[in-house]
Structure formats: C-alpha cells, structure tokens
C-alpha cells in the first residue's frame, strides 16, 4: 500500500489557502487595529484572541455537522467552497473601512471593522475542520502520518507565499514615513491565492468517488476499525479506546500548553531577560520553523516504520529537552549563539514529530463517519490551550519571573510524556520488513 502523493498534495491546498489567510490576518490586523484605529494592547489583543476562543466552539461544530452532510459534491467540500467563498469577500470590505477610517475616522466606522471582523472570523471556522477532514476521509489509516505530513508542508507553503508577497509589496523602502499604509492589493492577492487553491482542490479532488473508494478499503481491513458503527453515523467506541482517547487529547493540550507559551513571549523573554532586540528572537523562531518544515516528510517515513506513538514521545522528550536548555542558555548568555540557533532547530524537529502524527492518532479512533467530529475534538483541545496558556504564562512572568517561561514550558511538555503513557490505542502497526523489502515504501 503507497501513499497517493500526487492526491495528497492537491487535497493540501485547502490546508494552504487557510495558513496563507491565517498568516496575513496575524500580521495585519494588528497593525491596523493599533495604527489606524489606535485601540491599546488590552483591546486588540482580546479581538486578536477572538479566532481561538470561537474556534473552541465553531471547529467541533462544522466538523460534526460536515460528517453527517450528504452532497452531490461531498460532505466537506460544501463548507470548503461557502466558507472560502464569504472569507474571500470579507476580507477584502476590512481594508476599504481601514482605508476609510484613516480619512475621516468614525465610531460608525470603527463598530463596522469589528463586525466585518467577526463575520469573517465565524466564516472561516466553518471550513476548517471540514478542510482537514479531507485528508483522512481520502487516505488509508496506515499512511495518514505520511499523508499528514504533506498537508503541513503545503500549509508552511501557504505561510511562505504570504510572507514573499508581503515582503515583495511593502518593504520597508515603501512604507517608511507614511502616515497610513493602503492595505488593500495584499489583500486582493491573499483572497486570489485562497481562490486559486481551493478551486485547485475542487476541479481535482472529487470527494464522493474518493471516499467512496475510501469505504470499500477500509472494509476489506477490519483491523483498521476500532469503533463499531450502528449504521446512524454514530459510532461506538469500546471503554479502552475512550480512555485512549482522553489520555490522547490530554497530552495535545499539554503540549501546545508548553508550545506556545514559548511561542507567543519569546521576543518579550529575550528582550526583558537577555536584553536582545527583536531580530535575533525572530531568527530563533524562524529556525524553529524551518526545522519544522525540512522535517515534516522524514518525520512522516519514521512513523511509518517506527509507528506514531514512538514518534511522538521521541519528539515529547527532546521537546522538554530543549525547553530546559533554553532556560540554561538564555540566563548564562547575554547574546544569541549559535548554540541557541541549533536548540531552537531541534525543537522544530521535535515539534514536527509531535504535530505530524498527532491528529492522524485521533481520528484513528474513528471510523469514517465521525472523522469530523474527531477533527473538531483535536482542534478543541488544542485551541483551548492557546487560549489559556498566554494569560497564564504572562501572569508568572509578570509576578513570579520572566525566567519562569522555559521551565513552565517544559515541565507540560514532560506531563505530556506521563498521559501519552497511557494511549493505547491510534497507532498505526508497522510491519517489521527484511533485506530490500525494507526500503520498499521509502519511494512513496
């Protein structure tokens, strides 16, 4: 059984289109709230924590109702096309009233941008679970690691487009001086991608024959099935795999708990405890993120014949690892090093070895009518940790100690080592192969 990367990849340009809004929405929004509409850090961070807090709600949500919708075109391709389709629309009325209010500011104009805002927030969760969904219900359980791992390499692809069009649009030789930036051409461009790629993905994945073809493997396999379906689309999970399961969602929470504390207040970590300017922690970060990046293949081969589970507590303890050396690293250096640098390149190994085989572990429990349903618990548990862990992380570094960040950090990733202890079940079993049968499935 090989993996279909040629679907894959396709299938991937829905994941695409949502990274490159995504990486906008993070990078100019803000600025917009605080430059033209000057609202201080208090309310524009609440606005900006606004994506997570309805995507606690809105992800399950969508993702549940996708599974039990029957279309011509699908079950998650409606959402896909409606939500990209009202996103598309919305975000580009944001930099008109943006524009707008820079040359005759109103309240009027200020409610309008936090509706428009809003909307577009809500359109967007209804598509996303949906989207990701895509790529299990189209891919044999034993490959979605592999499968996983193209979807988030086509998502990075996503980030990286945006960020070369910005920098391409508005360097800083443009935009230097002016009073108010004009917005509007990126966001033209962004909705053209959004655009572009999804209908990508329509004109070549046609999800009903897919799945269908989908259904009939997994019948003739199952093993693959851990749950038993009543023929209502409700599945039956035995008591094992739901303590699995809790165990499993528990661990995602801790880890993007450790995760993105550090995420989110490393430049202010490295400023307040090393005294060092934006650029090196960005450098940091970038580094993480490209270890991610040139990792998310391998990563995806390894689990394929070491299996998940293995994969990921590897990638829990050098997590942990790194988090605890960073606190070594950041309070004996008064600079940046390269040592550093190497740190910070393997958490991005480390964190794609986490991420990777995570969501494909969940939805293994699952069998195909409760994909979206599974989807939306993965993206349940992990939001609510990006939701809390910036307010808790910034409570003890601003009344313990800004040193506080990597030891907190890394004591969750460590708890999450102990509950995936626990996961028995959504691990996909790799075949212990000899002589040249072992590079076999290196090809795929």
Not at 54 to 74: H, Q
Not at 416 to 428: A, P, Q, R
């Amino acid at each position: 059984m090989k993996l279909d990367n040629k679907r894959t990849v396709l299938t991937g340009f829905a994941f695409l289109s949502i990274c490159a809004f995504w990486q906008m929405y993070n990078s100019i929004v803000p600025l917009i709230l605080t430059n033209t509409f000057h609202l201080n850090e208090t309310y524009s961070g609440i606005i900006m924590a606004a994506d997570n807090v309805l995507a606690l709600f809105l992800l399950p949500l969508f993702g549940s109702i996708s599974d039990k919708t029957d279309t011509r075109i699908g079950k998650r391709m409606p959402y896909i096309l409606f939500g990209t389709g009202v996103a598309i629309i919305l975000m580009n009325i944001l930099p008109v009233l943006d524009n707008s209010y820079a040359a005759a500011p109103t309240g009027l104009k200020t409610a309008s941008f936090v509706i428009v805002l809003g909307l577009l927030l809500v359109a967007m969760g209804t598509y996303r679970s949906p989207a990701v969904a895509l790529m299990p219900d189209v891919t044999p359980k034993p490959l979605r690691s592999k499968a996983n791992a193209i979807i988030n390499l086509m998502g990075a692809l996503g980030g990286v487009i945006y960020l070369g069009v910005a920098a391409f649009m508005y360097p800083n030789s443009k935009v230097a001086g002016l009073a108010h930036v004009d917005y509007q051409p990126l966001f033209i461009v962004v909705a053209a991608i959004m655009f572009v790629s999804v209908g990508i993905l329509f004109l070549t994945i046609k999800e009903p024959e897919l799945v269908r073809q989908q259904r009939e493997l997994e019948q003739q396999h199952p093993e693959w099935n851990l749950a038993e379906d009543d023929g209502s689309g409700n599945e039956a999970l035995p008591e094992s795999v739901k303590r699995s399961l809790g165990f499993l969602l528990s661990s995602i929470a801790l880890w993007f708990i450790g995760y993105n504390a550090v995420e989110t207040w490393f430049t202010t970590y490295v400023s307040q405890v090393m005294g060092q300017a934006l650029g090196g922690a960005s450098t940091c970060l970038l580094i993480a993120t490209g270890g991610a990046v040139i990792s998310y293949i391998p990563i995806g081969i390894l689990a394929s014949k070491f299996g998940r589970k293995k994969t990921i507590m590897t990638g829990i303890a050098l997590l942990a690892v790194c988090f605890a050396l960073g606190f070594v690293l950041t309070t004996t250096y008064s600079e940046i090093n390269l040592v550093m640098f190497i740190v910070f390149a393997l958490v991005g190994l480390a964190w794609a070895a986490i991420n990777v085989n995570s969501l494909p572990m969940v939805v293994e429990m699952c069998k195909g009518s409760d994909i979206g349903k599974f989807t939306g618990y993965y993206y349940t548990f992990s939001m609510a940790a990006q939701v809390v862990t910036p307010v808790v992380a910034g409570y003890l570094m601003r009344n313990v100690s800004y040193t506080v960040l990597f030891p907190y950090a890394a004591v969750f990733v460590a708890l999450s080592f102990v509950t995936m202890l626990f996961v028995k079940h959504g691990d996909n079993k790799p075949e212990a192969k000899k002589g040249l049968d072992a590079f076999e499935d290196m090809d795929d």
